[in-house]
Nanobody, 127 residues
Framework: QVQLIESGGGLVQAGGSLRLSCVAS????????MGWFRRAPGKEREFVAA????????IYSDPAKGRFTISRDNAKNTVYLQMNTLTPEDTAVYYC????????????????????WGQGTQVSVSS
């Protein structure tokens, strides 16, 4: 059983930056493909970014491309989401997710393909 704990959310002005962290425990972190999702008020949860087990492959949603960077440190059991040039449209609860994979380059971007989820961290961007 993998537990995921997100942190780093908060209130920031438009144009600012935040770095989210997600620490995993209870499994061999390097065996899990990881992803970030978000749920904005009144909307369904949506994909933001994903990273392969090795960290060598990444994929982003269109809103995240060019502004967000996903990375991981397998020695620290942590995945990060660096968010720059934030806008009020980025206001949401951000969740990290994990899926065990036997493929080092596996990228998982479908919500239903993830088995483990964190509780989320709130990001609020003021205009």
């Amino acid at each position: 059983q993998v537990q995921l704990i997100e942190s780093g959310g908060g209130l920031v002005q438009a144009g600012g930056s935040l770095r989210l962290s997600c620490v995993a425990s209870g499994g061999i972190f390097s065996m899990y493909a990881m992803g970030w999702f978000r749920r904005a008020p009144g909307k369904e949860r949506e994909f933001v970014a994903a990273i392969s087990r090795s960290g060598g492959a990444t994929i982003y949603s269109d809103p995240a491309k060019g502004r967000f960077t996903i990375s991981r440190d397998n020695a620290k059991n942590t995945v990060y989401l660096q968010m720059n040039t934030l806008t009020p449209e980025d206001t949401a609860v951000y969740y990290c997710a994990a899926r065990w994979s036997n493929i080092a380059s596996d990228l998982v971007f479908k919500e239903n393909d993830y088995r483990y989820w964190g509780q989320g961290t709130q990001v609020s961007v003021s205009s």
